[in-house]
Every structure is written in C-alpha cells, then in structure tokens.
C-alpha cells in the first residue's frame, strides 16, 4: 500500500478556475451533485457538470428513453430539466457550501436562449464555470446541430463569452467528419476550454423489429464503447488549439486516465460508467496519485502530452486536410 501525500493533483484553468484534481464527473450521469452526496465524498470530485439546462424546463423525449448496447448505453433523454431559474434557486444555496465547483451544463435552440442562460448564471453563487452543449439543434438554422458546423459554434461560443465572465467550457460533438475546424473556431470565440466528446449518434431496434427503440429514434452512444473515437479527437484537437481539453468517453479504470492525458487532456470526466459504479472517480483521483508516486513526480502534469507528436517536427505535424483514418 502506497502512503498518500506528497503529490499535487491540482490544475488551474483559466479564469481562475482551480480544480483539486483533474477527475471530474460528466453531465446527466452525476445529476446536481446532490443524489450522489449520501454514496460518496463529491467534496474529493475536481469538479461536477450537472446536468444539461435550459432556459424553460423541459420534460425530455418520450420512452423508452435509454438502452444497454455492447461496452455502452445509448440515451436520449431530451434534456429534461426544471429550467435555469428553478435550477439556481434550488441547488445554488447548496453548491454555494461546498468546496467542490460546480459547472453548469447549459443547452439551448438559439443563441439567445444560451446568452440569457448564461446571463442569469453569471455572478451566481455555486455557479463555478459553464459547459456549453451544443448538440442541440439550432432552430434557426433549420434544426442543424451548432456542434457540426465551425461557424454556429464559433457564434454561440462568441455570444456567450460575451453575456459572462464566468469561466467558459464548449463541448464537443464527435458526430462530424473532421473536429479540428468546430475546435478553432470555439477558442478563437473566447472559450476557455474544449470538453469532448458528447455521445455518438445512434439507434437501436425494438422488440419484433417493427420500428426503432428508443421513442426518440435516436440516441446518444456513451461508454467505453467510444473510448477510441474520444482518444482520436482529443489527439487531434490538442493539435490544433492551446487552450485546455478535458477528455471524455468510457473512462473506466486509471489506464483510460493515463491515456487521456497521454493525448493532451489535462483532465477528464467520468460519465456511463458512473451508473454501476459511483464511487469509480474518488478511486481514479487515489489511483493516480499513487501512480504519480510510482513515477516519481509531485504532479500529474508531465504525463500530459506524452503521446502527441512534437509540434516542431514538419513530419509529424497533422494534416489540415481531414481524418486520418485509412482502412
Ligand atoms: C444519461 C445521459 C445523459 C446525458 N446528458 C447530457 C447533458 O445533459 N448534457 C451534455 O452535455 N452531455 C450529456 N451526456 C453526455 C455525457 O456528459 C458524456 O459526454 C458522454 O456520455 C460520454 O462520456 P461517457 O462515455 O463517460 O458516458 C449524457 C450522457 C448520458 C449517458
């Protein structure tokens, strides 16, 4: 058994945005943070993004509304929530006593509906940071999803960076052909970090294969089913941007940290995984401690990267023209 001590876990992000340790817990697998602080320490969590608000409060999709897939789950859940003034008034008096920061998770149809969230968040006490969903379908634009296209990212990025000073987090979508361009738009739009990924579009069929399951049709893919496909688009969005990522996707046991990080996150959320077994991040933040002991090092730091090619080499530099995939 190794003694813990000794080793700093701690990140600054920026705005002032310090986490005690790189694990944190992923939004709609972690609630509020509330449910889950009967079961374990969330004060330990680096941070915890609820789940996903709207301006109104929504009641979500029709059931069935998720399902078990090989090494995952797909869920379409429709961002049921009780609506931002409903979500501050309830739980912004408990966050506001704890130590561990809460990031709220804000999802809209418009880019009005993302700045009049993030304008009643701001200054709120509680309210540590903002996620931005933008897999959401952007009514405006014909229902077409802000996370697929650079320009409605870097738009919805630019409009809420402006309605707050409070420290900004986009999420990616991985459901596009290249992610590089959707990333640079985001940081030149002012964010502050990159989050990736949200789920993988999918379906499933239903019972006597007469229709699909879910009463949505689709549904988002999570687990450690898409931990590749995360892997990939971190690798290459570390590439591209300087601003940090924080990885997500199937994070189930300290190797997929360890790898995480290798690709240039400097942190990590825990999602799916989280239903079998919640108390998987407090273990996650002693595992790596007591491997960074193992390695020799008072922080998690230079373990960041290590798999990237080096940015100097012209050999080894990404290619700006798509996904590198050849079968
Ligand atoms: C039931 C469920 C609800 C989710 N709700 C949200 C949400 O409201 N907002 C959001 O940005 N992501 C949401 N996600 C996506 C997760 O935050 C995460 O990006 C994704 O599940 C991949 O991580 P994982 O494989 O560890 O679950 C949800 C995922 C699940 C499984």
Redesign the pocket.
């Known amino acids: 058994m190794i003694g813990r001590g000794a080793v700093d876990l701690s990140v600054e992000l920026p705005r002032g945005l310090r986490l005690d340790n790189p694990i944190l817990v ?4 972690f609630g509020y943070g509330v449910e889950y602080s009967e079961v374990v320490d969330i004060q330990r969590l680096g941070a915890i ?1 609820c ?2 608000t709207t301006l109104r409060p929504r009641v979500g999709n029709i059931t069935p509304r ?1 399902t078990e897939t090989p090494a ?2 797909l ?1 379409s ?1 429709g ?1 049921q929530n009780p609506g931002v003034d409903a979500v501050v008034r309830k739980y912004g008096p408990t966050w506001q006593g704890w130590h561990v920061p809460v990031i709220v ?1 804000v ?1 809209g149809e418009s880019i009005d509906d993302y700045v009049e969230v993030a304008r009643r968040l701001d200054g709120m006490p509680g309210v540590a940071g903002i ?1 931005l ?1 933008i ?1 959401c379908p952007n009514v405006g634009r014909g229902g077409l999803q802000f996370a697929i296209d650079a320009e409605a990212a870097g738009a919805v990025t630019a409009a809420v960076r402006r309605a707050t000073e409070l420290p900004l987090l986009v ?1 990616l979508s991985p459901n596009v052909a290249d992610v590089r361009p959707i990333a640079r738009a985001i940081e030149a739009a002012g964010a502050d970090a990159i989050t990736a ?3 993988l579009s999918g379906i499933a069929v239903g019972p006597g294969r007469r229709r699909p399951l879910l009463g949505n049709v689709y549904g ?1 893919l ?2 450690p089913a ?1 931990k590749p496909v995360a892997l990939r688009i971190v690798y290459e969005v570390a590439q591209v941007v300087d601003i940090p990522i924080i990885a ?4 189930a046991e300290l190797g997929d940290v360890l790898d995480y990080l290798a690709v240039g996150a400097i942190g990590v ?5 989280l239903f079998a077994d919640p108390t998987l991040p407090v273990r996650l933040i002693d595992e790596l401690a007591d491997e960074c002991r193992r390695l020799g090092l008072n922080s998690y730091l230079p373990l960041v990267g290590t798999a990237l090619p080096k940015r100097s080499s012209p050999m080894s530099a990404p290619s700006s023209k798509g996904v590198e995939y050849r079968p």
């Open positions: 992923a939004s709609g697998t993004c789940k996903g998720v995952g789950m869920n859940i961002l998770n999802a996620e969903n897999s999420k990924i949200n789920t988002g999570s687990g898409i997500i996707g199937g994070v959320q825990v999602g799916t995984v």
